[in-house]
């Protein structure tokens, strides 16, 4: 742009095609920086999650445990010896991992079935003696839900909080 002839004496361009090129390479600069802009924006302010929710102890407290079910429940999959050597979905046995409040509806007990899933414990009561009666073990949760009439709000504390 500045080996652009100097402008014409009623104030045109003196060369119209080089102020062309010359504007839309402004454009396309202030284009490409907003994009780039963009990723760096996400990272320094944070994810999508709106700060007022974060404001709240219970509520990030309550997020951070989803996280560690999320991670555990990963960690049993890909490595199940090292999660049965760390105690997941067996707050009843000593331990020291965080699994963020998992119970394994094959191996624990009705009341910690119960606790853990904040159900009633007649629940968890019948979740164990179906589990007895069909041999000792479930292989999906679905299972359970086909074996037992547990209604709405059971099952859905039974997917958040229990593994099989």
């Known amino acids: 742009m500045a080996l652009t002839p100097p402008s014409h004496p ?20 202030v284009v490409v920086g907003c994009l780039q802009l963009k990723s760096l924006r996400r990272d320094v302010y944070g994810s999508s999650i709106a700060k ?7 509520v990030a407290q309550a997020l951070a445990a989803r996280k560690r079910r999320v991670e555990a429940r990963q960690l049993r999959v890909s490595d199940p010896v090292l999660a049965r050597h760390l ?18 509806l094959n191996t624990a007990p009705a009341s910690v079935i119960a606790q853990v899933s904040d159900i009633e414990l007649s629940y968890a009561e019948a979740v164990v003696s179906a589990r007895d009666a ?7 949760l679905a299972e359970v839900f086909v074996d037992l009439n547990l209604p709405p709000h059971v099952q859905e504390q039974l997917r958040e909080h229990a593994i099989v």
């Open 10 to 29: 009623d104030g045109s361009s003196g060369n119209q095609t080089i102020s062309t090129i010359g504007g839309m390479t402004v454009v396309a600069v």
């Open 52 to 58: 007022s929710t974060l404001v709240q102890p219970a």
């Open 87 to 104: 105690g997941i979905g067996r707050p009843d046995l000593r331990r020291d991992y965080d699994d963020g409040g998992l119970v394994d």
């Open 134 to 140: 069909r041999g000792g073990s479930y292989f999906d």
